[in-house]
């Protein structure tokens, strides 16, 4: 007997896509507005130098600010932050400054001046747009190099995520649709074959 069944295609994203959500920040250059925004679809896509994928919606003003300023930013929320996550992804910056209205405490990266967020995060990624037109323009997908990062030692260290020995509230959220996450969980360990 299979307990497989059809999907309807307008799900299919939901299959693939339970990597960490993440929080996308950037910076108006002329204003000089910070905005953020909540997303799940990101990943890495090469190791040296460490480059980046998101995608962003032509209609966003993140995508936008993303393309004049040339940079973003990466926060990774942790389950503590669930709230803030699912609310900044639910209204847009280009009517509010969202981080006044949800009182999110930032600082400048160093290098790019993308706004960063440490407090409810488990670690951040300064990047550098690559222009790729085409990707951009036809699949909404942005690539950047990361050019600094940093992570939260009690649940990222010596190059891994630490599940197993950290505190549950600073796991990774994971989002499902409609308002729904997971945490990170039970780590389990591959047996050589």
Known sequence: M???RSVELKHVSRLLNHGPTVLIT???????RK???AAAWSTPVEFAPPRVAIVVDKGAWTR?????????????????????????GSVSG?????????????????????????EGCSAW?????LPEAGAQQKYDTLF???????????????GRWQFESADP?????????????????????????
């Open 94 to 118: 280009r009517e509010e400054d969202k981080f006044n209205r949800f009182a999110i405490p930032s600082f400048d990266s160093s290098t790019l001046g993308v706004p960063l967020i440490e």
């Open 125 to 129: 990624l300064e990047c550098r747009l």
């Open 35 to 37: 905005n953020v925004m």
């Open 64 to 88: 936008e600010l993303i393309e004049t300023g040339g940079a973003f930013g990466i926060c990774i929320p942790t389950a503590a932050n669930v709230d803030l996550t699912y609310a900044v």
């Open 2 to 4: 299979s307990y497989f």
């Open 26 to 32: 950037s910076r108006d250059t002329v204003s000089k």
């Open 169 to 193: 509230s600073l796991f990774t959220l994971h989002h499902l649709g409609a308002g729904s996450f997971i945490c990170a969980g039970k780590v389990i360990a591959a047996k050589p074959r």
């Open 144 to 158: 950047g190099e990361v050019i600094a990062a940093a992570a939260d030692e009690r649940i990222f260290s010596q």
